[in-house]
């Protein structure tokens, strides 16, 4: 197995490469605003790093968000065209479930809010239920104003940027900032393993006949600032 993961629904274009047994190279560049520009090459740098070829991929993982329009259809764009392009299975996985699994590989036990920038003064955020197991989502993602999430929500240790943006509402934050390549290979190498199971542990649906898998529609949570402009109405003598 040679598991290729991308996202790039938060600042950070990340890829990551999983053997099966571990994760094996990560490649990521901060930038909210380029991400076309360095997805490509951290692919590129990411297969070279481990001497690999694109042809070396087995399967492809896509972090479907929530996040900005443009920056998201990226990841989403290119990873069903590299995988189409080689006749692989693409799968896609909630990006904030990334970064809760980040947390719980780095320690985190309890619950735990996730709160990534959504921008307009707002963020897109679900919680977990982070157990010796993994992270259980516990809420549906969301976007809203940091303020107007619940109360009980907004007193949790919190992950993602939301808590250095909106610190007043958001107090208690902690790591990670931003979704890691390596940390979305790894949770898409585990949900592999669980093939059979028919549901999510919240009872949340999965679509991937229960592998731990969402569909590959991104999760925009509203409508993008760009839209077509109306028709113009042109005046006709008659």
Not at 176 to 194: E, F, H, K, Y
Not at 216 to 223: A, C, G, I, M, S
Request: charged residues 20%.
């Amino acid at each position: 197995m040679l598991l290729l993961a991308i996202d790039t629904s938060t600042t950070a274009i990340t890829v990551g490469l999983h053997d099966g047994s571990s994760v094996v190279a990560e490649e990521t560049t901060l930038d909210a605003r380029a991400h076309a520009e360095h997805l490509a090459p951290g692919i590129q740098a990411a297969l070279a790093s481990v001497g690999a070829a694109t042809e070396d991929v087995t399967d492809v993982v896509v972090g479907i968000g929530p996040g900005p329009f443009t920056g998201l259809r990226v990841g989403i764009v290119t990873g069903r065209t590299f995988a189409f392009a080689l006749g692989l299975p693409v799968r896609g996985i909630t990006s904030l479930d990334a970064l809760a699994h980040q947390a719980w590989a780095g320690g985190h036990r309890g619950d735990l809010l996730v709160a990534t920038d959504a921008r307009r003064k707002e963020v897109y955020a679900a919680a977990y239920a982070l157990g010796d197991r993994g992270a259980v989502r516990t809420t549906e993602p969301v976007v809203a104003r940091a303020e107007d999430l619940p109360p009980e929500l907004r007193a949790l240790p919190c992950a993602g940027r939301g808590p250095s943006l909106y610190a007043e509402a958001l107090p208690h934050g902690t790591g990670p900032l931003d979704v890691s390549g390596g940390a979305l290979a790894d949770l898409a190498v585990r949900r592999l393993t669980q093939a059979g199971a028919e549901a999510a542990p919240n009872g949340l649906q999965w679509v991937d006949r229960g592998h731990g898998f969402d569909g590959l529609e991104p999760l925009y949570l509203r409508r993008p600032d760009a839209a077509p402009a109306p028709p113009s109405k042109k005046s006709t003598l008659g």
